[in-house]
């Protein structure tokens, strides 16, 4: 696998997790707006396809339909899209006025009771990688600071799942 240039998270993270992902053949026609991230990714990747066209729309697409960040699980769920495990895609979304944004993407690992998270923070930079004694702790470390100034319209996604949910 040949990294691309100038990945922002979103591209890196499914980049990375692209062929660990598993949906119905189905989803490969379900018509989703091409992503503008994704035919840039496309222009340098010409193997990608369709189905993986239409999975990045389902997974990073903004949703302007009244959507909101409850919804995409379910929207996942629906479409048969089963995330890979053991790495994980975390993923943080905003909803804004019947809209809903996605802000950031990642990679992460549980391993010796520990969450190690593996991010593309800007085109430009390199990636990070950092270590969290749980979810919560990531969730606090992105709402307080990364994310700090959307408040509670912040949504943390692990696959699909609530990030609030896993430490309970």
Known sequence: MRFTDDLNCRR???????????YPAALAQKGLPAHPEFTMLKASHPALTQGDE???SLLFGDQTEGKSSADLPKMW????????????????CQDVE????????????????????????????????????????LANHWKGNRFKEFGDFVKILVNDQDIAQLDA
């Open 98 to 137: 019947g809209a809903l944004i996605h802000l950031h993407a990642a990679l992460a690992y549980e391993a010796d009771g520990k969450v190690y998270l593996f991010e593309k923070i800007d085109p430009t930079l390199l990636y990070r990688l950092s270590e969290f004694n749980s979810w919560q702790d």
């Open 54 to 56: 239409q999975l990045y």
């Open 12 to 22: 890196a993270a499914f980049w990375l997790l692209r062929e660990l992902f598993t």
């Open 77 to 92: 769920q629906a479409e048969g899209v089963r995330f890979p495990e053991p790495l994980k895609l975390v993923s943080a």
